[in-house]
């Protein structure tokens, strides 16, 4: 995802990793548990992993069986979040979210895809320092007024949006994501997702004759079991 995601690739995004997003929410469900407790109130990361469920529709069941394993302090659960970062060809730049329970086997995966594509995994911070950690999220309201689309930038402290047929894409600093839910309330705007994400400071142009092997490498980035989300900088 580069610098502006379009609304259209956030509901196409959504769907097509519906099932990976379950996978994700729950593995966060179940951490927020184990670290805080299971009381939201007192548990704001619960709270916002609760939310994110019910944005996605998760069935409650799923839920409740996320919360339980996150207080059973003998689970076997071994799912862990990594970030990986690397170098595409024609010196595009990579963030690639995972969620794996076996980190060996991912890790050569991953770095094979990139060798291959032309490009090298780097270490820790060899290209995060290009990006933003932001907020964004995907509200819809068919009738919303300019007085309530300017109101909700200045909710949101939103440095950009995008507007489609009555869709409103906000990205916004993370620490407000905590308090979405609380912020919208009685606005007249349906959240349908938001989450976080890495926004580059700064777009480049790539080579047209890098351009195929790098929509090659997020295709497989894509496909792989253990990717979440994928963010680049052309």
């Known amino acids: 995802m580069g610098r502006h995601a379009t609304i259209a690739s956030r509901q196409a995004s959504s769907a097509a ?11 966060e469900i179940t951490t927020a548990t184990r670290l ?3 009381d939201p109130v007192s548990n704001s990361r619960l709270r916002l992993a609760l939310d994110t469920a019910k944005q996605f529709n998760m ?15 003998d689970s076997n659960d071994n799912y862990e979040d990594l970030l990986y970062e690397g170098y595409g060809p024609g010196g595009s730049a990579y963030i690639v979210e995972i969620l794996s ?3 060996n ?12 594509a032309g490009g ?17 999220c995907l509200l819809e309201n068919q009738k919303a007024s300019e007085e309530a689309f300017l109101n909700m930038l200045d909710l949101l402290q ?8 009555g869709k409103y894409l906000f990205y916004f600093p993370k620490e407000i994501l905590v308090n979405l839910n609380t912020l919208i309330q009685d606005t007249g705007f349906t959240l349908i997702e938001s989450s976080l994400c890495y926004i580059p400071e700064n777009s480049i142009e790539i080579p047209s004759e890098h351009l195929d092997k790098n929509n090659q490498l997020i295709q497989k980035l894509k496909d792989h079991q253990d990717v979440q989300e994928i963010f680049y900088n052309f």
């Open 158 to 165: 939103a440095d950009d949006m995008e507007e489609d047929e």
């Open 36 to 38: 805080a407790g299971p």
């Open 17 to 27: 990793n519906r099932s990976k997003r379950f996978t994700k929410i729950c593995h």
């Open 105 to 116: 086997r991912t890790h050569p995966e991953i770095k094979s895809f990139f060798q291959k």
């Open 101 to 103: 329970d076996n980190r």
């Open 59 to 73: 069935p409650k069941e799923n839920v409740q069986r996320a919360i339980k394993k996150g207080q059973e302090r």
């Open 120 to 136: 090298n995994l780097g270490d820790k911070n060899s290209v995060s320092w290009m990006f933003q950690q932001k907020a964004f």
